[in-house]
């Protein structure tokens, strides 16, 4: 994305975010894009060029990084790295660059969580969304599957300890337990054929700073947000999943369109957790149909 602009916008703590725009400021909406778990903005890139040459100047696509992730500062207090503070964000990057009618929010794995924290915490900011986009996420109800067994290894709270107590040495800690917990997270460890661009997202996931990591996987346990979903119910949606995603697996998404009565389904045969770089083209093309629908150009949908 370095030919489009970036920009720093600052968080309600201070903490600089890094923001990527693509589009025209007046666009009718604006559709931001909320990343994964020791992922990057670049996550989205696949996205970011189909539908911006399907859209053109009818919408606006918003990328940012979050905190402790890619081009946005790294606090140094590991109290400021949860899952509220990341739905905060989220609400300071609506406030920075929304300035449409229309915002749709989309949002993978982790970055699904943060908007439905958002929408718990900002009911005042709810009036300008317009759409929602839950791609391999959940909420709540991790540690019974998939992550949880990422989060139930001893691996973590070594982490913790290491990123809290032992600084000097969480380059070699952090190497180590990357390997252990990334196969249950859906990030490749090496190269691998099934992702696409896939030594992009292994250096995303090599280059997250260990306070990151250690902060984010403990909050994990707690997160639950099954009562923020209802915010959505009146909403055009999208819930898509890989059927062989093994962090947060199907029945997370299943349970997500049951409280979501205008969501499109979007259920991916031998896709795994990375979506938007597995399936790129058909993830962008589902997002394009929410747009549409956020747009009021095509009835609601019960599921596809």
């Given at each position: ?41 670049d ?22 990084d ?5 081009q946005?500062?790294?606090?140094a207090?590991?109290g400021t790295?949860t899952?509220?503070?990341?739905g ?24 699904g ?72 997270l ?13 030594q992009?997202c ?27 979903i ?70 609601q949908?019960?599921?596809?």
């Amino acid at each position: 994305m370095d030919k489009f602009h970036t920009e720093l916008i600052a968080a309600s703590d201070g903490t600089q975010l890094a923001v990527r725009q693509v589009g025209p400021l007046d666009a009718d909406v604006t559709v931001i894009f909320s990343h994964g778990f020791c992922l990057t903005m670049d996550a989205w890139l696949p996205q970011c060029h189909h539908l911006s040459g399907e859209l053109g100047d009818t919408a606006r696509l918003v990328f940012y990084d979050q905190r402790g992730h890619g081009q946005s500062h790294t606090p140094a207090d590991p109290g400021t790295y949860t899952l509220a503070q990341l739905g905060d964000d989220l609400n300071s990057v609506i406030t920075a660059v929304a300035r449409s009618r229309r915002v749709v929010l989309v949002g993978h794995s982790m970055g699904g969580m943060a908007i439905m924290t958002f929408a718990a915490q900002h009911p005042e900011s709810l009036a300008a969304i317009a759409g929602v986009g839950l791609i391999s996420t959940a909420a709540g109800q991790l540690a019974r599957c998939g992550i949880g067994r990422a989060l139930n290894t001893p691996a973590v709270p070594l982490l913790h300890y290491a990123a809290r107590h032992a600084p000097w040495i969480t380059s070699h800690t952090w190497a180590a337990v990357r390997r252990a917990v990334a196969p249950a997270l859906g990030i490749p460890v090496a190269a691998s054929p099934v992702i696409r661009a896939n030594q992009v997202c292994c250096q995303m996931v090599s280059e997250t700073p260990i306070l990151t990591v250690a902060a984010l996987l403990a909050e994990f346990r707690h997160h639950n947000q099954m009562s923020a979903i209802a915010k959505f119910a009146h909403l055009p949606a999208l819930v898509a999943c890989g059927e062989a995603d093994p962090v947060t697996p199907l029945q997370h998404s299943l349970d997500l369109a049951a409280q979501l009565p205008n969501a499109e389904l979007v259920r991916v045969p031998r896709a795994g957790h990375m979506l938007e770089l597995e399936r790129p083209h058909l993830i962008s093309e589902a997002i394009l149909r929410l747009i549409t629908r956020a747009r009021g150009s095509l009835p609601q949908l019960a599921t596809a």
